[in-house]
């Protein structure tokens, strides 16, 4: 019954931003961790940044002080303001929420992925 929605990936020239946005939906009675992880072509899935409920935040050392990362907590919805955009930040991004909880107990889900790309 849960699933993550994703949008605002696309692209951009180098230098330029974009706004992620994650939407979780279903019923949901709370998210422990929102985040996003990133996989480039020949590469493996990487963490990118993740954020809790009461706040705290986590950066991958490679986009530390060029993106970041916001959550709704009321409408379930994390946001991944990415700045200062460079080739190598092109990949597919994907929407993780981990200790999902729902009537059927703590739960994660991974979002279907949107598409950045960054050219030079």
């Known amino acids: 019954q849960v699933q993550l929605a994703e949008s605002g990936g696309g692209s951009v020239q180098s230098g330029g931003s974009l706004l992620l946005s994650c939407a979780a939906s279903?019923?949901?009675?709370?998210?422990?961790?929102m985040g996003w992880h990133r996989q480039a072509p020949g590469k493996l899935r990487e963490s990118v940044a993740n954020?809790?409920?009461?706040?705290?935040?986590n950066y991958a050392d490679s986009v530390k002080e060029r993106f970041t990362i916001s959550r709704d907590n009321a409408r379930n919805i994390v946001y991944l303001q990415m700045n200062d955009l460079k080739p190598e930040d092109t990949g597919r991004y994907y929407c993780?929420?981990?200790?999902?909880?729902?009537?059927?107990?703590?739960?994660?889900?991974w979002g279907k992925g949107t598409l950045v790309t960054v050219s030079s």
């Open positions: 993780n929420c981990e200790g999902v909880m729902t009537d059927r107990g703590g739960m994660n889900f």
């Open positions: 279903g019923p949901i009675y709370s998210i422990h961790y």
């Open positions: 954020v809790t409920s009461g706040g705290t935040t």
